[in-house]
């Protein structure tokens, strides 16, 4: 397996390449404008792979994703959860399906709370196994050493919604902390992000293990506890968050 995790260090965004030399196909997760369309073609080109499927695993709301333009450049599929309430065509992902890339296997999880399309991609290695999950990509679900915010909403959430969503996220997180521990956490935010509470770690990976351990967000018991220890945790909200998210949604 090809793997390659692309940090963005000013936004505290991360992306991902997952590829099989064999077949040459490329899995880019949450392309960022930062990074350009051109690098991920160049990097694809760079290990001998082509770009044939790009995932955003929720409509961003810190950054402006490249995922569509990236899809048309190279004629890969664009895939986004099926929930996902955008103005342009995509393919949908469903919780439980499965992408194959080449020898390796990528499964989808929904995992709603930060979003309600949002989604985390379990990931095995065929060389090794298709039975045992090497990585979490973790989206915009669990962090290192936090939990992501429910709140980045176009429209203000009542505090009914406010605490569905909690509830979702506490399940979700939950759902991925169930992993074997030695399970590996990518996910879609460190350090500076603006997505994740005051605990966020400046470490872009972890283990589902260490995570259980020591991630102050799972180690809070659920229901009102758990929403007021995200709630007392969230940063300043992301700077043109609203406009961004419409532009990812395709709304402007």
């Known amino acids: 397996m090809v793997f390659h995790q692309i940090l963005d260090p000013q936004l ?3 992306s991902y390449l997952i590829g099989c030399p064999e077949s040459g196909e490329l899995l880019v997760v949450d392309p960022l404008e930062a990074v350009s369309v051109n690098e991920y073609v160049l990097r694809a080109a760079d290990l001998g ?3 044939s499927r790009v ?6 709301a810190d950054h402006v994703s490249v995922g569509r333009e990236l899809a048309a450049a190279t004629g890969a599929a664009y895939m986004l959860c099926e929930d996902s309430a955008v103005s342009y065509p995509f393919q949908p992902l469903r919780d439980g399906d499965e992408i194959t890339i080449g020898k390796n296997l ?3 999880l929904h995992t709603p709370g930060h979003t309600d399309e949002s989604i985390s991609l379990l990931v095995f290695d065929g060389s090794r196994s298709l039975e045992v999950p090497w990585m979490i990509l973790s989206g915009d679900s669990l962090f290192v050493g936090d939990v992501a915010r429910p709140d980045l909403s176009l429209l203000p959430l009542r505090e009914e919604e406010m605490q569905v969503r909690m509830d979702r996220l506490r399940e979700s997180v939950e759902k991925l ?3 074997p521990e030695f399970v590996e956490l990518y996910p879609g935010h460190y350090g500076v992000s603006t997505c994740g509470g005051a ?5 872009a990976s972890s283990t589902i293990g260490f995570e259980r351990r020591f991630n102050s967000a799972l180690l809070t018991p659920a229901g009102t506890e758990f ?3 995200v709630r007392l945790g969230m940063k300043p909200l992301p700077e043109r968050y609203q406009e961004i998210k419409r532009r990812n949604m395709g709304l402007q």
């Open 12 to 14: 505290g965004c991360a």
């Open 49 to 51: 792979l082509q770009v």
């Open 55 to 60: 995932i955003d695993t929720h409509l961003h």
């Open 106 to 108: 990528v499964r989808v």
């Open 177 to 179: 902390s169930a992993y």
């Open 199 to 203: 605990g966020m770690s400046a470490k």
């Open 227 to 229: 929403a007021e220890f």
